[in-house]
C-alpha cells in the first residue's frame, strides 16, 4: 500500500494587504506566494530554495496554518487541512512542528531546559507537570545530544548550537510526522551548521520525518534534502531532485544561484563565469507581467514578457518553468 505524501500544497496563494481600498481607489494587495504547487512523501526532505523576499518563510507559515491562504489547498496526510480550525487545528499542530531560525530568540530565557522541552507536552495534554515529563525530557535531550544536566539549566549557559539542539528536541517532544525548518541553521558557525544538519538527517533515519527545509544557502541544502525546489518572487520555477538541480538546472535563475556558490579550489573557482541578474527586484505589490524573471534575465523573450510559463518536465522528477530552455 502506497502512503499518502506527508505533505501536499495545491497552487498554494497567500496574499497581504498593504493599502486600503477607498472610494475612488481599490485595496492593494501583495502576493507573496503565487500559485505554489508541490508535495513530501513520509521520510523525505524537500529543500525550499531562495533569495530574501521570495516567499519561502511564507509557505512555511501557510502549510503551518499560521498565516490564511488567499487561494489554493493544503493536504496532511491526505487530509484537506486549508480551513481547519479550533480544536482539530490544535490537535494537528501536535503532528507539525517548527524550527525556528534564531536559537537566542526561539528559547525563553527565564525557563529551564527541562521546562522548554517539555512544554509542548503540557500544552496538548501529554503529561500533568513538568516532573511526569522528566524521563522523556531526558531522552529527548539525549538523542540530540545534550549534556547529561542540560535539563537544570538555562539557555544562556549554552552555544547557539546547542540551544538549537534544544529547539529541535521541543520539536521532537510530540513525534510530529513533519517538521517545517525556517533557516534553522543560518545562525550559526559553518563548523556547527555541519553538526546540526547531520543531527537532522540521523533524526530522521531514525523516525522517518519528513521536512521542509528553508533555506537559501544551497551548499546545506544539498547535504540534506533528496529534492531541491527553486522560489523566485513568490513562484516556484525549478523542483527536481538534488543531484539534478547541480548537474543539469534548467531556470535561468537557478542557474544564478548556482553560480553564486563557491568552490573550495581557487583554480576551478578562478575560472568559472559568474552569471548575475539584471535590473532590481522584482515589487510583489506590482509584479510585471508574465515570466516573474524575465526583467532580470539575459534570455527574455516577447513571449516571456507576456505569458508566464507553466512548471513542465524536462525530465523524470524535474520540473521548471521557463519558455526558452
Not at 563557491?262 to 535590473?279: E, S
Amino acid at each position: 500500500m502506497t502512503l499518502p505524501p506527508t505533505l501536499s500544497v495545491e497552487n498554494l496563494t497567500v496574499s497581504y494587504p498593504v493599502r486600503a481600498g477607498t472610494f475612488w481607489r481599490p485595496p492593494t494587495f501583495l502576493t507573496a506566494v503565487d500559485e505554489v504547487t508541490f508535495a513530501i512523501a513520509p521520510g523525505e526532505t524537500l529543500g525550499l530554495v531562495g533569495e530574501s523576499g521570495s516567499g519561502k518563510t511564507t509557505v512555511g507559515r501557510a502549510v503551518m496554518r499560521r498565516v490564511n491562504t488567499s487561494a489554493g489547498r493544503i493536504f496532511f496526510r491526505g487530509e484537506e487541512i486549508t480551513q481547519m480550525e479550533g480544536e482539530p487545528l490544535r490537535k494537528l499542530r501536535a503532528r507539525m512542528q517548527l524550527v525556528l531560525q534564531d536559537p537566542y530568540t526561539s528559547l525563553n530565557p527565564r525557563m529551564r531546559i527541562a521546562d522548554i522541552v517539555a512544554e509542548p507536552l503540557l500544552v496538548h495534554g501529554r503529561v500533568k507537570n513538568t516532573s511526569e515529563a522528566r524521563d522523556h525530557v531526558r531522552a529527548l535531550l539525549d538523542l540530540v545530544g545534550m549534556p547529561a544536566d542540560a535539563h537544570l539549566r538555562y539557555p544562556h549557559s549554552f552555544s547557539g548550537g546547542q540551544r538549537q539542539r534544544v529547539g529541535i528536541a521541543r520539536a521532537l517532544a510530540l513525534e510530529p510526522d513533519l517538521i517545517v525548518a525556517d533557516e534553522p541553521v543560518s545562525a550559526l558557525d559553518v563548523s556547527v551548521q555541519a553538526q546540526v544538519v547531520n543531527l537532522l538527517q540521523d533524526i530522521q533515519q531514525r523516525m522517518g520525518l519528513s521536512y521542509l527545509f528553508i533555506a537559501h544557502d544551497l551548499s546545506v541544502v544539498r547535504h540534506i534534502s533528496h529534492r531541491i525546489a527553486i522560489m523566485y518572487a513568490g513562484r516556484i520555477v525549478e523542483i527536481a531532485p538534488r543531484e539534478r538541480v547541480f548537474a543539469a538546472p534548467v531556470h535561468p535563475y537557478t542557474k544564478t544561484l548556482l553560480s553564486a556558490v563557491p568552490i573550495p579550489d581557487p583554480k576551478i573557482q578562478r575560472t568559472r563565469k559568474r552569471l548575475i541578474p539584471l535590473g532590481e527586484p522584482v515589487d510583489l505589490a506590482n509584479p510585471p507581467p508574465g515570466c516573474r524573471f524575465q526583467t532580470r534575465c539575459a534570455f527574455a523573450t516577447d513571449q516571456c514578457r507576456v505569458t508566464s510559463p507553466p512548471l513542465l518536465e524536462r525530465s523524470k522528477g524535474h520540473v521548471a518553468a521557463c519558455w526558452n530552455f
